[in-house]
């Protein structure tokens, strides 16, 4: 009888801001249940960090030459030499999705995950950068995020983040 293939899926999530509450074992979790399912019988190692706007705007500037914080940013540090071996990075913004979830009348925990969801929609080779291949990501990001949505309860999150005292819009 043939073995079946142990495939080993490594998720840290860190907090490195400190206005939104985070559930990081909730995030890591979601993201292992997800990895499981859209990298298959890939080995995973992957890194989530949260970030403040600040540091994240620095990151955006860096690495893409984009001005101001961004939703989130994904790095993916494979070696072409090892397939099987699937390594990234995935930096999400809870001060962005705060502002993004009140344009689009969600939560900002929706969001969150959203983002991750969509980090490693980028890492799968999912790409946004034409409105054709953001239309066919936007969809697989929609599928993605019910059924996370569906198999996780997201909202234990705080809602209201620590210091969050007025209005925040912005457009996406």
Sequence with gaps: MPRMKTVEIQVETRNRQ????????????????????????????????????????????????????????????????????????????PEVAARQAKVFETTWQEELFRYLIHGLLHLKGFDDKTSDKRHIMKHHENKWLEKLTQAFEIHPLPIEPHGLKREISDQR
């Design 18 to 93: 400190r206005k939104w509450p985070v559930a990081t074992d909730l995030v890591s979790h979601t993201a292992r249940w997800a990895c499981a399912s859209i990298f298959k019988d890939t080995q995973v190692e992957l890194s989530i960090q949260l970030l403040a706007p600040g540091r994240m705007a620095q990151i955006n500037w860096d690495y893409l030459k984009h001005q101001g914080p961004t939703d989130v940013i994904t790095f993916d540090l494979s070696d072409e030499e090892v397939p099987e071996l699937l390594v990234g990075e995935i930096l999400i913004c």
